[in-house]
């Protein structure tokens, strides 16, 4: 029998880093329990009226966030707040699809098409592995806005 994952990130700011991986899978983030969000409205806006209507500090409000796959398909990430920064390599990391299918130059050219919408939401160039047959079809490796290293596969 197979199990549901979730994925937890630890984050300075979890909201800001779940709007930036939002961005990067088209994910969505869910509304709060029993609140209709309106269309177009931000579901982060709704979680904190949530909270304040529940007597949360303001303080702690943005402690955690989490973003959906809308197909339901991918794994829930959850985004916790810690106190402390990130200070070495992941062991863990994400694998963002970017080029299925594709291969040699034209699978190349779309991941830097990828790499350049994600530096302009946030995410750091560390360098492009070039395709090595049989071994590998080529990646870019990336950080997110708190250095957290993925790639584009």
């Given at each position: ?127 492009r592995d070039d395709p090595a047959p049989p071994m590998t079809a080529g990646h870019i490796v990336m950080t997110d806005p708190e250095g957290n290293e993925f790639c584009l596969d």
């Amino acid at each position: 029998m197979s199990r549901e994952v979730q994925v937890t990130v630890d984050a300075r700011d979890p909201g800001a880093l779940s709007r930036f991986w939002r961005e990067v899978l088209g994910y969505v983030h869910p509304g709060p329990p029993g609140v209709e969000v309106p269309e177009g409205a931000d579901p982060l806006d709704a979680w904190d009226g949530f909270l304040a209507r529940l007597g949360v500090p303001q303080d702690q409000r943005n402690t955690r966030s989490a973003i959906e796959d809308p197909d339901g398909h991918g794994p829930r990430l959850f985004f916790q707040q810690v106190p402390e920064g990130k200070v070495v390599k992941n062991r863990l990391h994400l694998d963002v699809r970017a080029a299925p299918g594709l291969t040699g130059d034209e699978r190349m050219a779309a991941l830097e098409a990828e790499c350049d919408r994600l530096v302009v939401l946030g995410a750091t160039r560390v360098r492009r592995d070039d395709p090595a047959p049989p071994m590998t079809a080529g990646h870019i490796v990336m950080t997110d806005p708190e250095g957290n290293e993925f790639c584009l596969d």
